[in-house]
C-alpha cells in the first residue's frame, strides 16, 4: 500500500475538503431562497431514490460553524463549497437578497478566522426554477444571467475570496439534466443538452472578466469531471468509439477553453444537434484561466453501438473486482494518466484536483465508529498517484476530497454516503471517520 506523505508535496498545497449547497446547505424556505430546479425535480414522483429531498439535507446553513471546527480539526487548509444561485438571485436575475448573501459572508469569515482559504464554486447545478421557467440552460440568456450572478456574490465576498471556479461539472449540470434526464431539469432532449454545454461554457468566459474586475487577485478557473477513456476491445470500430467518446467526454469542453473551438468529429457527429454558436462566443469561452480544476472518479470503456446518443457509443462493463459503492471502478493510475495528458495536450497551467472521493456502505459499529479501510485506500492511492503526475512535471496545486460531510447525492438521494464526516439524517449528529481521521494524521505529518 503507498504510504504518501505531505511533506513530499509543496508548502504551499492546498488540501481541501469539497461540498455544495444544494447538497449540504438544507434550509431550503428560509431568508428569501426561492426554489431550484433541483427543488422542482425533487418534488416530482419517481425522480429522485426513495422520494428523498434537500429541504434539510446536512442543515449546514444552521450548523456551519460546527462544520467548519471540523474541517479545522482535519487539518485541512482550505474549503471548496458553492454558493446557491436563488439564494442570491431568488428570480435568477434582477433584485439581490441580501440575506442570502449575509449566510456566505458569514462562512467565510468562519472559514478564514480559522485559517481556512476559501475556494468558491459558482454553480454546482442549483439553477434558479425563475430562469427554467424562461427555458433554462438551452436559453442564452441564462449565460448573461449566470454573469449577473457572478457579479452580484464577487463584489460582496472578492475582498475575502480568491480561488473562484465558476462552473462543475459541465457535463452533468447539461447532458445528464437535458439529454439523459437523470439529473434536474429531467429532460431528454439532445440539441437541447448540447446548446446547453454551450451556454455553459459561454457563461463561464462572461464571468471571468467580471471577478477579475471585482476580485483584482482573482484566480479563476472550471471544474470538469474528466474520464480516461480506454475501448472495451481491440476492434477498429471499439477504437472508434473510444475517440469518440472522449470527444464528447473530455474534448468536447476542454478544446474550446483552451482555444481551438469545439472539436470537428464531434461537431459532425452530432449533426443537426450540433450547438448555435455566435461570432466571437470561441473567444469568450477560451479567456484565459488561472487553473483547471479536474475532478476524478473513474475511468470508461466504451463500445461502439450505432443506436447509442450522443456518438454512437456505449459504456460497458469491465471485470475489474475494486469498486466502490457507486460500482465505479477505483483506478488511481488513471488519475495519474489524465493529469498527464492534460499536460500534453493543454498545458492548461496549474491544475487542481477540485473532487476525489468515494462512496461506500459505511456503518457504525457498536463503538460508534466508522471503519472506512476502502475509503482510506481509495484516498491515499489517488494522493499517491497525483503525487505521480507532479514527479512527470505536472503543475498541481491543490487536492480537495470529495466530500466533507454525508450529504445528498442527487438522483441517489441520501443512500450514497461520499463523507470523512459521518452524518446522521435523523440527528444530524457528526462523527469522524477513519477517513478523516486518516487524513487528519497525513496532513499533520
Ligand atoms: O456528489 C457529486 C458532486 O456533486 C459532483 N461530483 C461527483 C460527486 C459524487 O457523485
Redesign the pocket.
Given at each position: 500500500m503507498p504510504n504518501p506523505r505531505r511533506s513530499q508535496f509543496p508548502a504551499d498545497f492546498r488540501w481541501g475538503l469539497s461540498t455544495?449547497a444544494f447538497?449540504v446547505e438544507g434550509a431550503a424556505n428560509v431568508d428569501g431562497r426561492a426554489a431550484s430546479i433541483w427543488d422542482t425535480f425533487c418534488a416530482e414522483p419517481g425522480r429522485i431514490r426513495g422520494g428523498a429531498t434537500a429541504t434539510q439535507a446536512c442543515e449546514h446553513y444552521d450548523r456551519s460553524d460546527e462544520d467548519l471546527s471540523l474541517i479545522k480539526t482535519i487539518g485541512a487548509n482550505a474549503y471548496r463549497f458553492s454558493v446557491s444561485w436563488p439564494r442570491i438571485l431568488p428570480n435568477g436575475r434582477g433584485t439581490v437578497n441580501v440575506a442570502g448573501l449575509d449566510f456566505y459572508d458569514r462562512l467565510i469569515d468562519g472559514l478564514i478566522e480559522r485559517g481556512i482559504d476559501p475556494w468558491l464554486t459558482l454553480y454546482?447545478?442549483d439553477l434558479p426554477q425563475a430562469l427554467q421557467d424562461k427555458g433554462g440552460w438551452p436559453n442564452r440568456d441564462t449565460a448573461f444571467a449566470f454573469e449577473e450572478f457572478a457579479d452580484a456574490v464577487s463584489r460582496r465576498v472578492g475582498d475575502r475570496v480568491r480561488n473562484w471556479i465558476t462552473h462543475?461539472?459541465p457535463w452533468?449540470s447539461t447532458i445528464k439534466g437535458y439529454f439523459e434526464g437523470e439529473f434536474a431539469p429531467g429532460l431528454k432532449d439532445l440539441g437541447a443538452a448540447i446548446q446547453s454545454t454551450h451556454h455553459v461554457l459561454l457563461s463561464h468566459g462572461l464571468a471571468i472578466p467580471v471577478l477579475r474586475q471585482n476580485v483584482p487577485q482573482a484566480l479563476c478557473g472550471i471544474a470538469l469531471?474528466l474520464h480516461p477513456i480506454f475501448a472495451a476491445s481491440e476492434s477498429e470500430a471499439d477504437h472508434a468509439a473510444m475517440v469518440r467518446h472522449d470527444g464528447i467526454r473530455n474534448r468536447w469542453f476542454l478544446d474550446p477553453l483552451y482555444g481551438s473551438g469545439y472539436p470537428e468529429d464531434i461537431l459532425a457527429e452530432l449533426g443537426a444537434s450540433a450547438p448555435t454558436i455566435q461570432s466571437g462566443d470561441i473567444d469568450i469561452i477560451s479567456t484565459p484561466t488561472d487553473f483547471l480544476g479536474v475532478?476524478y472518479?473513474f475511468r470508461e470503456f466504451v463500445a461502439d453501438d450505432a443506436k447509442e446518443l450522443p456518438v454512437r457509443t456505449r459504456v460497458t462493463e469491465t471485470a475489474a473486482a475494486d469498486r466502490t459503492g457507486?460500482n465505479w471502478e477505483v483506478y488511481p493510475e488513471g488519475l495519474t494518466d489524465l493529469l498527464q495528458r492534460l499536460e500534453r495536450d493543454y498545458r492548461p497551467g496549474p491544475i487542481v484536483v477540485t473532487?476525489n472521493?468515494a462512496?461506500y456502505p459505511d456503518e457504525l459499529d457498536p463503538e460508534g465508529a466508522i471503519k472506512d479501510s476502502d475509503r482510506v485506500s481509495f484516498i491515499r492511492r489517488h494522493i499517491d498517484a497525483l503525487h505521480l503526475a507532479m514527479k512527470g512535471g505536472v503543475d498541481v496545486k491543490g487536492y480537495f476530497v470529495?466530500?466533507l460531510l454525508d450529504?445528498f447525492?442527487?438522483a441517489e438521494g441520501y443512500s450514497?454516503r461520499?463523507g470523512l464526516v459521518h452524518v446522521d439524517f435523523q440527528t444530524q449528529k457528526r462523527t469522524m471517520k477513519d477517513s478523516a481521521k486518516w487524513y487528519s494524521e497525513f496532513l499533520r505529518n
Amino acid at each position: 500500500m503507498p504510504n504518501p506523505r505531505r511533506s513530499q508535496f509543496p508548502a504551499d498545497f492546498r488540501w481541501g475538503l469539497s461540498t455544495s449547497a444544494f447538497q449540504v446547505e438544507g434550509a431550503a424556505n428560509v431568508d428569501g431562497r426561492a426554489a431550484s430546479i433541483w427543488d422542482t425535480f425533487c418534488a416530482e414522483p419517481g425522480r429522485i431514490r426513495g422520494g428523498a429531498t434537500a429541504t434539510q439535507a446536512c442543515e449546514h446553513y444552521d450548523r456551519s460553524d460546527e462544520d467548519l471546527s471540523l474541517i479545522k480539526t482535519i487539518g485541512a487548509n482550505a474549503y471548496r463549497f458553492s454558493v446557491s444561485w436563488p439564494r442570491i438571485l431568488p428570480n435568477g436575475r434582477g433584485t439581490v437578497n441580501v440575506a442570502g448573501l449575509d449566510f456566505y459572508d458569514r462562512l467565510i469569515d468562519g472559514l478564514i478566522e480559522r485559517g481556512i482559504d476559501p475556494w468558491l464554486t459558482l454553480y454546482h447545478w442549483d439553477l434558479p426554477q425563475a430562469l427554467q421557467d424562461k427555458g433554462g440552460w438551452p436559453n442564452r440568456d441564462t449565460a448573461f444571467a449566470f454573469e449577473e450572478f457572478a457579479d452580484a456574490v464577487s463584489r460582496r465576498v472578492g475582498d475575502r475570496v480568491r480561488n473562484w471556479i465558476t462552473h462543475n461539472e459541465p457535463w452533468c449540470s447539461t447532458i445528464k439534466g437535458y439529454f439523459e434526464g437523470e439529473f434536474a431539469p429531467g429532460l431528454k432532449d439532445l440539441g437541447a443538452a448540447i446548446q446547453s454545454t454551450h451556454h455553459v461554457l459561454l457563461s463561464h468566459g462572461l464571468a471571468i472578466p467580471v471577478l477579475r474586475q471585482n476580485v483584482p487577485q482573482a484566480l479563476c478557473g472550471i471544474a470538469l469531471s474528466l474520464h480516461p477513456i480506454f475501448a472495451a476491445s481491440e476492434s477498429e470500430a471499439d477504437h472508434a468509439a473510444m475517440v469518440r467518446h472522449d470527444g464528447i467526454r473530455n474534448r468536447w469542453f476542454l478544446d474550446p477553453l483552451y482555444g481551438s473551438g469545439y472539436p470537428e468529429d464531434i461537431l459532425a457527429e452530432l449533426g443537426a444537434s450540433a450547438p448555435t454558436i455566435q461570432s466571437g462566443d470561441i473567444d469568450i469561452i477560451s479567456t484565459p484561466t488561472d487553473f483547471l480544476g479536474v475532478n476524478y472518479y473513474f475511468r470508461e470503456f466504451v463500445a461502439d453501438d450505432a443506436k447509442e446518443l450522443p456518438v454512437r457509443t456505449r459504456v460497458t462493463e469491465t471485470a475489474a473486482a475494486d469498486r466502490t459503492g457507486f460500482n465505479w471502478e477505483v483506478y488511481p493510475e488513471g488519475l495519474t494518466d489524465l493529469l498527464q495528458r492534460l499536460e500534453r495536450d493543454y498545458r492548461p497551467g496549474p491544475i487542481v484536483v477540485t473532487e476525489n472521493g468515494a462512496t461506500y456502505p459505511d456503518e457504525l459499529d457498536p463503538e460508534g465508529a466508522i471503519k472506512d479501510s476502502d475509503r482510506v485506500s481509495f484516498i491515499r492511492r489517488h494522493i499517491d498517484a497525483l503525487h505521480l503526475a507532479m514527479k512527470g512535471g505536472v503543475d498541481v496545486k491543490g487536492y480537495f476530497v470529495w466530500s466533507l460531510l454525508d450529504n445528498f447525492e442527487w438522483a441517489e438521494g441520501y443512500s450514497k454516503r461520499f463523507g470523512l464526516v459521518h452524518v446522521d439524517f435523523q440527528t444530524q449528529k457528526r462523527t469522524m471517520k477513519d477517513s478523516a481521521k486518516w487524513y487528519s494524521e497525513f496532513l499533520r505529518n
